[in-house]
């Protein structure tokens, strides 16, 4: 049955796709989740998702998940296949009725050819703006959620490891960036916008440690490790090698001042400001032992 009104979100497991399915529901936006695994996708169903099962790597797949829908948020994983996956579903989609696509891209700190991500994110979006499918492209920097990586060490010793040096970030609340699209989603005027997200004002890592240590009532500090050592962390949590270096040319670019800059496109779409730090670290104090 065709519904143009209901929402297609991809990545629909995942931090900011979970966040978005939640918001819109809320709204009572009818949603559409394409997950791989159906066994991670129950608590989806008990919200009253259509869920479909498909693989963006096995395009056969796809048709049930696009037919009938007339927007679709197209996130896609960090990893070496995610230009095929989004070409997949960009392809999908151009069978299935030309539905408008909200495209969660990414910033890519100058020069983007220098990062592997970056060169996919750049494919991706070229290939969106040639599809001529409506579209809208929201490119968030460094989420705050990413240094949830500290919080172990936050909670036992106090202590911030992370290879940024003393670079300043704009970084951004995960939740700032599912209710920007939201909003990019239901309401009119984003066709064809990019939207580059970020927080309300740049701060270092020792910034994050001093608000962190307010939030928390005790002594956090940061200090900046090595490149490789935080390799050899990342691999060691299990992470795949081709993720741990795409972490790490982010970090090197961002400890070189990729980051350092803010934009209004938050407030400018949702019509308040993009959350602080020190709200990041109140609502997230419990994760860093507080």
Known sequence: MSNTDQILVTGSTGNVGGALIHMLRAMGVGVRALVRHEDKAQSLKDAGVDVVVGDMLKP??????????????????????????AGNVIATARRAGNPYIVRLSEYSPEPAS????????????????????????LQPIFYMQNTLLAAQTVASDGMIYLP????????????????????VLTSE????????????????IHDLAAVLSKALGKDVNYVSVPIEAAKEAMLGMGFPEWLADTYCE????????????VTDDVERVTGKPARSVETFARDFATYFGG
């Open 114 to 137: 220098a990062l592997r991500n970056g060169q996919l994110h750049a494919q991706v979006n070229t290939e969106l703006k040639a599809s001529g499918l409506p579209y809208a492209l």
């Open 60 to 85: 056969q797949t796809l048709d049930p998940a696009l037919s009938g829908v007339g927007k679709v948020f197209l996130l896609t994983p960090v990893s070496p296949d995610a230009a095929n996956m």
């Open 164 to 183: 940024l040096k003393d670079a300043r970030m704009s970084m951004i609340d995960i939740r700032d960036v599912a209710e920007t699209a939201v909003k």
């Open 189 to 204: 005027g984003h066709e064809g916008k990019t939207y580059v997200l970020t927080g309300p004002k740049s701060i270092s």
């Open 250 to 261: 982010y970090f090197q670019n961002y400890s070189e001042g990729g980051g350092d800059f």
